[in-house]
């Protein structure tokens, strides 16, 4: 592929692919998104690659490279693109909000129930731990499935286990700050990695020039009515309406969208301490419980944002108010996605075609194990054990460098989970049986264990 087609890729060839399946495939991969982004990647790796042949390895891994560098949940943004590919920007649309909507649906109703609850946390509440005991174990194992496949193919090289092991070390041990970590790989990527020789072919300069500057003003198009849509409904509010707590919420999250580079868990380091201690709309407790929520529903982790809209907005004028602030959170945090993958995505593989950029995004994709492998086992300490307390030393002080080491309290383990993982590896791993049928069984089990337990 020359770099004309490849600044200019359509997915003309995958355009064989109906909306109707198109909506059929992303409609599952919607529903059994649990997990967090690492087990969606899988699945999604699993769906798009596997069984579909829709994106070849090294346009997963490409995209997968792209979509870690922008703000906002990468596996969202990783479907998006895939839509995209396939039925272009309407593709993407339906791609991208298929992965959205089912899970914002399902936090809307456990975040009405928890208003019910009178704030009482989800763990008081039987029904939901006896509904998500087996899914939380199959997620597990999901997550570290993820793992061993990006690992198998994103190190390629020594070097590439030696950045993993780096960013793993960094992110789990040291606190560095995601966005920093990747930074730090795309840069000795870029200069010190040799790049690999490549058999593109040149093209004349002035096609190419005329063909890039026609890619150029349709970007320039997506920016400036995706900007538009992204802020209609914020200036509405701010004019027709005299609701400070809806226009507060609308602003916080849409500046949340553009600053929180490194994906879910990155939002909630951003986004507790204000809320918590600047605005007060949520305690402590209640973050917890969102994080939780989201961790064992379908769709992006960042739909944390969507029960923190709804509660802070409950809390000072009920439940209707609530589900509006629910609605401008969910647009504000995901219509930005949108804008940065329908305007980076016609240069993905141009980017890739270069040789000191594909050097520095296999760098990036190396990094991106050790984070998958810093959530496999922060997923598994606090999935495993009902007590993990966080321990650090400070190291550089003046770089607010420090250790950290998590310590679960071995008494604490729930041997329900153990057991529950345990048959999820041995029919994932070696029975082979699908990610449904694994759901499904796992928390039918989860079923009859709490109900024998109870």
Known sequence: MNTVEMVNTTANSAKQVSLTKLFQVFLKIGLLSFGGPAAQISLMHKVLVDENNWLSEQQYL?????????????????????????????????????????????????????????????????????????VKAAVLIIVFEALIKVSKRALKATVHWIIAA?????????????????????????????????????????????????????TLAIIVIGVGLWFLPILIIEQFTDLAILSDIARFFSKLAVVTFGGAYAVLVYMTQDVVTQFGWLTAGEMMDALGLAETTPGPLILVTQFVGFIAAFNQGGYWLAVAASAITLWVTFVPCFIWVFVGAPYIEWMHSQQRLSAAFSAITAAVVGVILNLSIWFALHLLFKKVSEQTWPLIPSLNLHLTLWQPQLSSIDWRIVFLTAVCAVLFFYKRVGVLQVLLISSLLGWGLVSFSS
């Open 166 to 218: 780096l960013a793993f070390i960094g992110i789990f041990l040291l606190s560095i700050p995601f966005p920093l970590i990747i930074l730090m790989a795309a840069l000795y990527g870029f200069f010190a990695i040799k790049p690999a020789k490549t058999n593109s072919q040149d093209i004349p300069t002035t096609a190419h020039n005329n063909k890039l500057q026609h890619s150029l003003r349709k």
């Open 62 to 134: 490409n995209a997968l490279g792209f979509c870690m560098l922008l703000p906002g949940p990468e596996a969202m943004q990783l479907a998006t693109y895939a839509g995209w590919r396939l039925r272009g920007i309407l593709g993407g649309l339906v791609a991208g909000l298929l992965f959205v909507i089912p899970g914002a649906i399902v936090i809307l109703l456990l975040a009405s129930l928890y208003t019910l609850y009178a704030g009482a946390t989800f763990n008081d509440v039987a029904i939901i731990d006896t509904l998500f005991l087996g």
